[in-house]
């Protein structure tokens, strides 16, 4: 699996850039600081087998 966390100041496609990705499968916390950004999205890129995602954006 992996995931990339994105975030853009306007909520087009085009806008948004990774600022984080992830290719644990069993959970872990991620910190990200330094962001200015008026939307966030997790978007998950690839995945193998498993029952869902759970991503959580806190702050």
Do not use: H, K, P
């Amino acid at each position: 699996m992996n995931v990339a966390l994105q975030t853009a100041m306007v909520d087009s496609d085009s806008e948004y850039t990774s600022i984080d990705s992830s290719t644990a499968t069993a959970g872990e916390a991620r910190t990200v600081t330094g962001v200015r950004a008026n939307f966030v999205r997790a978007v998950v890129t690839s995945i193998t087998g498993g029952a869902g995602v759970i991503v959580q954006v806190l702050g």
